[in-house]
């Protein structure tokens, strides 16, 4: 029998949870651990924490977090936000996570993600893919925390992500009223 997964995706500024509404206007919704163990009691199959200012800040998510988040799981868990490099993947995945998302540097470098498949195998690489309609209805993917437009389709981006060698692929809509 079928049964859907249930794998809630949690934004993370300044380290704590925020709510946004169409990817700006941001509330801080609580403490991440504290998410963290309501999940497992209500028995999610799977989280995704992603750090939505890290790529505008020049960084990737908070390693400790993401160590203080496994010690806490009973959950496979994924983690994305300013993943650039092989090395930070290879610290995310040392901190406990079981995989790492890539939005904007999968975008810019898209070699990036066939050398992370390749090093860390395909299950453990997914990419996040942020979606908005233009004006005329068409959606367009976009990256850099949803503000700039990348040209492509989400179909045909996501058939080269995975060619690439994404082993998951995340759609998020920036013109849903709210994401939390």
Known sequence: MFRPRVI????????????????????YIGDPLNAVKIFNEKKADELIFLDITATKENRVINTHLVRNIGEECNMPFSVGGGICKIEQIR????????????????????????????????SSIV?????????F?????????????????????????AEQGAGEIIIQSIDRKSVV
Not at 11 to 26: D, E, I, P, R, T
Not at 127 to 135: R, S, Y
């Open 8 to 27: 809630p995706t949690l934004l993370l500024k300044n380290n704590g949870l925020v709510k946004s509404v169409k990817f700006s206007h941001y509330t």
């Open 91 to 122: 610290d995310l995945l040392k901190a406990g996570a079981e995989k790492v998302c890539i939005n904007s540097h999968a975008y810019l470098d898209k070699d990036f993600i066939k050398k992370a498949s390749t090093e860390f195998g395909s």
């Open 127 to 135: 990419v996040c893919i942020d979606v908005k309609k233009k004006l």
């Open 137 to 161: 209805g068409k959606k367009q993917v976009y990256f850099y925390s949803g503000t700039q437009a990348s040209g492509y389709n989400p179909e045909k981006y996501a058939q080269i992500m």
